[in-house]
């Protein structure tokens, strides 16, 4: 491969995934209509001449010049903030979004990697989750716009493979924090950050012993690119869980944040969302024999950068 699309690219995890892929050599073409993403992620890879950036709407019809050798489609909303404000556009990216990336990758006849999310899974009534577990999704819940979305999209991706015999991948993509992350995006580690940066009361929604499970940044997209670079092979038509399988809880988390930025914060308690998962945490037993890929990064070090990043950019 020598020519990747990103769709999303300009994105929390998108633009780390541009970074990488750049760093490997690849020509990668960005995709992004900066609804969520923004231009600071990417300004520094505008001096890259392998880097082409396109504002562009992916529900509408792509259209990318030149030969394209795989179509990375993480084009999404996926801050609960984010798709509850724009419940609409959560659904059409998922659906129509999805529709074009594989109409584009099959013009090319590339390969195709569908990011897609740990809340297919939705209020999980097993745990950890495998990758054949079914989820228990609440359809027309106010998350449903995000869950279905992804649902409808791994759904999509599969009929393309195999109705088109089209060489497809899909990653389900676990809680996942570092730096880029928008502050106060609805995403628990970087909203306990901000609070406790700024000396607020830390909020916990519910009683905080939900639990979730943290994969650093750079651990994801290892994990990912092990999974785009790997030989063709029916196996990998199937989803793969990446994410750290650490559990804990929110709860936990907030006293780990306080300790590392040495806040003095109190924790207030407030009601949880409707469907707000109680447990979160994945089973990673195929990407560890498939792609000989697990987390390496602990939960201190990768918050400790992540506060590093989050005290620089909110100076």
Same mark, same amino acid.
């Given at each position: ?75 999404? !909303?996926?801050? !609960? ?5 724009? !419940? ?13 990336? =594989? ?15 740990? *809340? ?21 819940? !106010?998350?449903?716009?995000?869950? *279905? ?11 393309? &493979? ?21 502050? %106060? ?20 929604? &519910? ?15 290892? &994990?990912?690119?092990?999974? =785009?670079?790997?030989? @063709? ?28 930025? &040495?806040?003095?914060? *109190?924790?207030?308690?407030? /009601? ?5 998962? %109680? ?6 037993? %195929? ?7 697990? /987390? ?6 990768? =918050?400790?950068?992540?506060? @590093? ?7």
């Amino acid at each position: 491969m020598q020519r990747i699309v990103v769709t999303g690219g300009a994105g929390f995890l998108g633009s780390h995934l541009c970074d990488n892929l750049l760093a490997r050599g690849y020509e990668v073409v960005c995709l992004d209509n900066l609804i969520t993403g923004s231009p600071d992620n990417i300004a520094h890879l505008k001096s890259y001449s392998s880097f082409h950036f396109i504002r562009h709407d992916v529900t509408q019809f792509i259209d990318v010049e030149g030969p394209v050798d795989a179509v990375l489609h993480f084009a999404s !909303p996926a801050s !609960p903030v984010d798709y509850l404000e724009m !419940p609409i556009q959560t659904l059409k990216v998922g659906s129509l979004g999805t529709h074009k990336a =594989l109409g584009l990758a099959r013009s090319k006849k590339a390969r195709f990697l569908l990011a897609s999310t740990s *809340e297919v899974y939705g209020d999980p009534l097993v745990n950890p989750q495998t990758e054949d577990y079914w989820g228990h999704v609440n359809p027309i819940g !106010p998350r449903g716009v995000y869950d *279905e979305a992804k649902r409808f999209a791994e759904a999509m991706t599969r009929a393309y &493979g195999r109705y088109h015999r089209m060489d497809t991948r899909i990653v389900r993509i676990f809680n996942t924090y570092g730096p880029r992350m928008r502050p %106060r995006d609805g995403r628990v580690v970087s909203n306990f950050i901000v609070q406790a940066l700024a000396g607020e009361p830390l909020t916990i929604y &519910g009683t905080g012993e939900q639990t979730r499970s943290f994969c650093y940044v750079t651990d994801l997209i290892d &994990g990912i690119l092990r999974l =785009l670079e790997a030989d @063709e092979s029916e196996d990998l038509a199937l989803p793969f869980n990446i994410g750290n399988p650490e559990e804990r809880t929110v709860a936990d988390l907030a006293r780990r944040i306080l300790e590392l930025t &040495g806040g003095t914060s *109190e924790i207030v308690i407030r /009601p949880l969302p409707e469907d707000d998962p %109680r447990v979160r945490c994945p089973d990673i037993s %195929r990407a560890r024999g498939y792609l000989d890929w697990s /987390p390496s990064v602990g939960i201190d070090e990768g =918050l400790g950068l992540t506060i @590093e990043y989050f005290r620089e950019a909110l100076a």
